[in-house]
C-alpha cells in the first residue's frame, strides 16, 4: 500500500524552505549575540545556534543520500536499507531532536520573559526564533511528520 501524502516536489520545497530558514539562523544569530542580554537569553541563543549548524551538517547528509539513492540503481537490499535511514533520519530529527528543542524553546520563552535588561533588537529577534520554530516545528513537523512516519511517508517514495 502506497501512501502519496505530498508531491514529491511538495517535499522537496518544503525541505528547501526549512534549510534556508535554518541558514538563515545560522547567519543571523552571530549578528544578535553581540547586543547585551541577560546571560540565559544569549546561552538560548547559542544554543540554537550551534544546534541549527548541527541539524544543517546532517540535512545535507541526508539530501546527499537521498540524491545518490534517487539516481542509482536499487537492489532489493539497498532499499531496504535506504529505508531503514529515511525512518532513522526522521526518528532523530523530528522525534529526538524536536524533544529537545522544545525544552530548549521553553527554556528560552522563561528566560525572555523573565529578562530585564535585553536591547529590543535581541529581544524581538529572540521571539521571532521562538514563535517561528514552534509554529513551524511544531504545528508542520509533529503533526505532519509524525503522522506521515506513522504511515511511512516518503520512505515509499526512494
Not at 51 to 73: L, P
Not at 132 to 151: E, K, Q
Request: aromatic letters at 18%; a negative charge; charged letters at 10%.
Amino acid at each position: 500500500m502506497d501512501f502519496e501524502l505530498i508531491s514529491s516536489r511538495t517535499a522537496f520545497a518544503l525541505s528547501i524552505s526549512w534549510f534556508l530558514m535554518r541558514v538563515g539562523v545560522i547567519i543571523i544569530t552571530p549578528l544578535m549575540l553581540q547586543y547585551s542580554c541577560d546571560d540565559n537569553v544569549m546561552l538560548f541563543l547559542q544554543i540554537v545556534f550551534y544546534s541549527t549548524i548541527i541539524s544543517v551538517f546532517f540535512q545535507i547528509i541526508y539530501f546527499a543520500f537521498k540524491f545518490t539513492i534517487r539516481h542509482s540503481k536499487l537492489t532489493a537490499r539497498c532499499t531496504n536499507r535506504a529505508t531503514l535511514v529515511q525512518i532513522l533520519y526522521i526518528a532523530c530529527d523530528y522525534l529526538v531532536y524536536g524533544l529537545f528543542r522544545l525544552i530548549i524553546f521553553i527554556l528560552g520563552a522563561v528566560w525572555l520573559l523573565q529578562s530585564d535588561d535585553c536591547d529590543s533588537e535581541v529581544s524581538i529577534y529572540t521571539s521571532v526564533v521562538i514563535l517561528g520554530y514552534f509554529g513551524t516545528c511544531w504545528v508542520l513537523c509533529w503533526a505532519g511528520c509524525l503522522s506521515a512516519f506513522v504511515a511511512w511517508w516518503d520512505a515509499q517514495t526512494l
